[in-house]
């Protein structure tokens, strides 16, 4: 049954030190107004110390402190932040992600500074002056789950501090799909939560965005938006992983250090509550909306410059950017 998700989420941080948000698919609304409630839920800033987030480069960790503490931050600095992270593409120009650094900013204003919360960005600090290829941006990608469990190791589990963690869903599998569920010595298919898990245990939240939990569960109809289920013993925690995440393109095994394709036939099956803890509701995959880029952004050419210039150095093509109509970019 469903349970309000602030209240649940807040009572969570009585057993668990880190609990792990998804995002659901990057840019949606619901799942962005759903957290602001969090943080400004009168309870949450006296609960949590930390939140980390996907969406900001590590570089700028003193940057983002003397933002969200309330110093002034020029806004051509800050927005080095988001804009400067592993992603080549649009994904953090969007305005909800700046809007939540200053709710961030807004709630700490009222706050003593030894009890304001603290944001850590947990992107890589890649450097982007220096990248001259696909392979050198390839070896930031590589630490994307890596860099922020040794962060949150360091700044919040060694500090006895509690974090929340926004990061895309897909950094929360404890098995990861993309190497058919099984366990590899080394970094390879590692993710956020099973680095982290060896060291604390870490309550997973699946935000879902792109799937109809009714065809599972039909009375899902009648739920509040959003609501929180936790999914151990239940028929939505009895599905298949891929029925949250449909998955079609190859599955790999690492063999001495390689990446082999596995055979359609050896593909296996994961419940989805060996995954993660709970779901997150946000309504019918119909009603999620998106954010857009501001129009001023897609006019300006040095931004359009800027990201065509890092999907080149990513190997990727033009038409990645395609948050930005071509009418605008030229």
Known sequence: MPVDPLSAILDVFDSYRIVALGEGNHGNMQGHAFRLSLIRHPRFADTVNDIVVEFGNARYQSLIDRFVRGDDVPEASLRRIWQDTTQPFTTWDSPIYEEFFQTVRTLNSSRARDRQLRVLLGDPPIDWSIIQNAEQALQWLESRDTHPAELIKREVLSQNRRALVIYGDMHFQRKNIQLNYIDHHGPEGKTLVNLLEPTTKVFTVWTNTHTNLATLQPNVMSWQKPSLVRIFGTTLGAADFTFYYPMESDRLSVREGKAVPVPRDQWRSLRMENQVDAVLYLGLPSAITYATLP??????????????????LSGLPADRLEDCPVAERK
Do not use: E, N
Request: charged share 15%; glycine share 6%; with cysteine.
């Open 295 to 312: 129009p001023a952004l897609c006019a300006d050419t040095a931004y359009v410059a800027m990201r065509l210039g890092r999907l080149a």
